[in-house]
């Protein structure tokens, strides 16, 4: 008997490569949209954790000032705001970064004095995602 030598495809296996490669063309119309947007909540929660990290390293600081703190140590300390931030993208909202008092009678902030005992400091990042604290005299 004869051996016979194949130099090429059979006709089956052309039909079945191209319905295959078919298929994965279809999944990618389909699915490729969601699978470069699936990154997007991990952006969002780590710029998230970068805002929280920014806020305690704040936060760490305003425990470092020796008490009692007053309210000159508290201009001082929003004067420096910017020295504590370690993280990537986050800055301190100017605007809604000040002094307030808050009024018994509404539960509402006032920030029309200047000498107000709290410091209301917010942080934004490039998402437009904001955290406030506010720190007081002791």
């Given at each position: 008997m004869k051996d016979r030598?194949?130099?090429?495809?059979t006709l089956i296996e052309i039909i079945i490569a191209l319905v295959c490669i078919s298929i994965l063309a279809v999944?990618?119309?389909?699915?490729?949209g969601n699978i470069t947007q699936s990154v997007s909540p991990v952006i969002t929660l780590s710029r998230s954790a970068d805002l929280q990290r920014g806020m305690d390293n704040i936060t760490r600081?305003?425990?470092n000032l020796a008490p009692p703190i007053t309210h000159g140590d508290l201009e001082t300390f929003r004067t420096n705001l910017s020295n504590y931030i370690d993280?990537?993208?986050?800055?301190?909202d100017d605007?809604?970064?000040k002094f307030i008092q808050f009024d018994s009678s509404n539960d509402e902030e006032d920030d029309?004095?200047?000498?107000?005992?709290n410091l209301k400091v917010t942080l934004v990042n490039s998402e437009e995602q904001s955290v406030s604290t506010?720190?007081?005299?002791k």
């Open positions: 030598k194949q130099n090429g495809f999944m990618m119309v389909l699915f490729g600081a305003y425990y993280a990537a993208g986050v800055t301190v605007d809604r970064t029309t004095s200047a000498d107000a005992p506010i720190f007081t005299t």
